[in-house]
C-alpha cells in the first residue's frame, strides 16, 4: 500500500456513458497528478494539482474534467469517451512539486 | 521537444545475474532524475538523484546521475526473480512541474 487509493479498480463504460474515477492520498501531500498509461507508450502527465489548484493541464481532451476539493482528493470526470481512451489512469501525490511522487494502483479504463 | 530514452527496452536475465539498466534524457530547465519499478500497476518509488556523480543505494540496487552526459544508470546486483518487473525512469522539469517519463525497461528474471 503506497498510501494513494484509486477506486474502482476496473471500469467498463460505453462512449455516451459518465463516469467518475477517484483517488484519495492519506500522506498528507500537498500535490496530486493523473498520469495516463497506455500500451507501449510513456506515461503521460494529464493534470497536476498544488494546493488544490491546478498548475497543469497537459493540453488534454475536455471529455476529461478533472476535480480537487480539498488536498486530499483528487477526481477525474469523464464523458463521451472514445475507445482510444482506454488505458491504466494512474493517479499519485507528492509532498509538493519537484519531489518524488506515490502512485495509486490505478483504474484499468475500457471504452466499448 | 523534452524526450527520456531508456534502454534497453527488455532484458531476460538469470537470478544472479547483474544487470545494467540505462536512462538518458532531453529535456529543459532539468531539476532532478527518478527511478521507478512497476511490477503490476503502481510504479513504486526507488531512487531520486539531483547531484551528478553521487551513488544511491538501497540493498541491491543502486543508480547514479550523470548530468554532463545526460544520463542514468540503475545497477542490480545478484538478481532474484523477484526483481521482475518494468523499470521506469523520470526526468523532473522545473518551471513546468513536469515528470517526463522513459518507456520503461521491462526486466524479466528467469529462476
Known amino acids: 500500500e503506497t498510501g494513494v487509493t484509486q477506486t474502482p479498480r476496473h471500469l467498463v463504460m460505453g462512449m455516451t456513458n459518465k463516469k467518475s474515477l477517484k483517488c484519495e492520498q492519506h500522506l498528507g501531500h500537498n500535490a496530486m497528478y493523473w498520469y495516463k498509461q497506455s500500451a507501449k507508450k510513456p506515461l503521460e502527465l494529464m493534470f497536476v494539482?498544488?494546493?488544490?489548484?491546478?498548475?497543469e493541464n497537459n493540453s488534454v481532451p475536455s471529455r476529461f474534467s478533472p476535480e480537487c476539493p480539498n488536498s486530499s482528493h483528487l477526481f477525474l470526470h469523464l464523458h463521451t469517451l472514445q475507445p482510444e481512451d482506454s488505458a491504466l489512469y494512474l493517479c499519485?501525490?507528492?509532498?509538493?512539486?519537484?519531489?518524488?511522487?506515490?502512485f495509486g494502483q490505478g483504474t484499468r479504463l475500457t471504452v466499448v | 521537444e523534452d524526450k527520456v530514452v531508456q534502454s534497453p527496452l527488455s532484458l531476460v536475465v538469470h537470478e544472479g545475474d547483474t544487470v545494467t539498466l540505462n536512462c538518458s534524457y532531453e529535456v529543459t530547465n532539468f531539476r532532478s532524475l527518478l527511478w521507478y519499478k512497476q511490477e503490476k500497476k503502481a510504479p513504486t518509488f526507488l531512487f531520486m538523484l539531483?547531484?551528478?556523480?553521487i551513488e544511491k543505494k538501497s540493498g541491491r540496487l543502486s543508480s547514479i546521475l550523470d548530468k554532463k552526459e545526460l544520463s542514468s544508470i540503475l545497477n542490480i546486483t545478484a538478481t532474484q526473480t523477484g526483481d521482475s518487473a518494468i523499470y521506469l525512469c523520470a526526468a523532473y522539469t522545473s518551471g513546468t512541474y513536469k515528470y517526463i517519463f522513459g518507456t520503461g525497461t521491462r526486466l524479466k528474471v528467469l529462476a
Open positions: 539531483t547531484s551528478s556523480g
Open positions: 494539482y498544488n494546493f488544490k489548484e491546478q498548475t
Open positions: 499519485a501525490s507528492s509532498p509538493s512539486l519537484n519531489t518524488e511522487a506515490f
